[in-house]
């Protein structure tokens, strides 16, 4: 498959999209995770060894993440299981999906799932299960 190429990538971050979540969830997330500190969106160098894998991501080491095959070119992690575990009614998650488009892309979904238990999602008038999603990507930008 693609092997991304070593030098500067910056992060194009996609608007973020919600489907089910109550009113006051939906304000609590910015139109964007983009809507990060300049310092975050600033090009970084990316260094990698063939065959490309993500754990030789900076943030697999930050995050503490076990990335797992999903097909060809693609991987899938679930991001601090624990913290979402101890939230009410189970079942939610953070999902983190990455696919090498090619040489100079990689896409990066962030997927939120927040499962309601069966009453909250009664009072706040909403579906029991939550997601905001979105679509990312790194771009190779320079040597």
């Known amino acids: ?14 608007e973020t999209q919600m489907r089910g979540c109550p009113a006051m969830m939906q304000k609590a997330f910015p139109v964007s995770p983009g809507k990060l500190p300049a310092e975050m ?8 060894q063939r065959p490309f894998h993500p754990d030789q991501l900076p943030m697999t080491q930050q995050m503490k993440v076990r990335w797992k095959p999903a097909g060809p070119n693609r991987w899938t992690t679930n991001v601090m299981p624990g913290s979402f575990a101890k939230i009410p009614g189970g079942g939610s998650s953070l999902v983190w999906s990455l696919r090498v488009v090619d040489a100079a892309t990689i896409e990066h979904i962030t997927t939120v799932r927040v499962s309601l238990p069966p009453e909250a999602a009664a ?6 299960d939550c997601r905001v999603e979105s679509v990312n990507h790194w771009v190779r930008v320079g040597d």
């Open 1 to 14: 498959g693609p092997q991304p190429r070593n030098g500067l990538w910056q992060a194009r971050l996609g």
């Open 41 to 48: 969106m600033a090009p970084r160098r990316l260094e990698v």
């Open 123 to 128: 009072v706040m008038g909403t579906a029991k």
